[in-house]
């Protein structure tokens, strides 16, 4: 069974950094599709950034240059270190797997396994 859990959400203040990480266990973290997600309320679920199992991302232009996915497959684990956070950034955050070959920023379809999610919270 696919399980992920996130880790590493909190408050900060604008301008601030923090590392989100996301653990992953039951498959083989290198074969599939990842992606960080995050929803804020009355909002809907948008994409923050995918990564292929090739190493190739998508990121959401509200993030560029200042989010960076990367992962350890020898640690089944993905992180996202989220630098320069603005208000806008509070949400919850999720991370989440897609075995097939959507592996699209745009849409959740195609992402089958998904954490429990864990808060940040950016004060200006």
């Known amino acids: 069974q696919v399980q992920l859990e996130e880790s590493g959400g909190g408050s900060v203040q604008a301008g601030g950094s923090l590392r989100l990480s996301c653990a992953a266990s039951?498959?083989?973290?290198?074969?599939?599709?990842m992606g960080w997600f995050r929803q804020a309320p009355g909002k809907k679920r948008e994409g923050v950034v995918v990564?292929?199992?090739?190493?190739?991302?998508n990121y959401a232009d509200s993030v560029k240059g200042r989010f960076t996915i990367s992962k350890d497959n020898a640690k089944n684990t993905l992180y996202l270190q989220m630098n320069s956070l603005k208000a806008e950034d509070t949400a919850m955050y999720y991370c989440?797997?897609?075995?097939?070959?959507?592996?699209?920023?745009?849409?959740?379809?195609?992402?089958?396994?998904w954490g429990q999610g864990t808060q940040v919270t950016v004060s200006s």
């Open positions: 990564i292929d199992r090739d190493g190739s991302t």
């Open positions: 039951g498959y083989i973290y290198s074969s599939y599709c």
């Open positions: 989440a797997a897609d075995p097939g070959t959507w592996c699209s920023l745009f849409s959740l379809i195609g992402f089958e396994y």
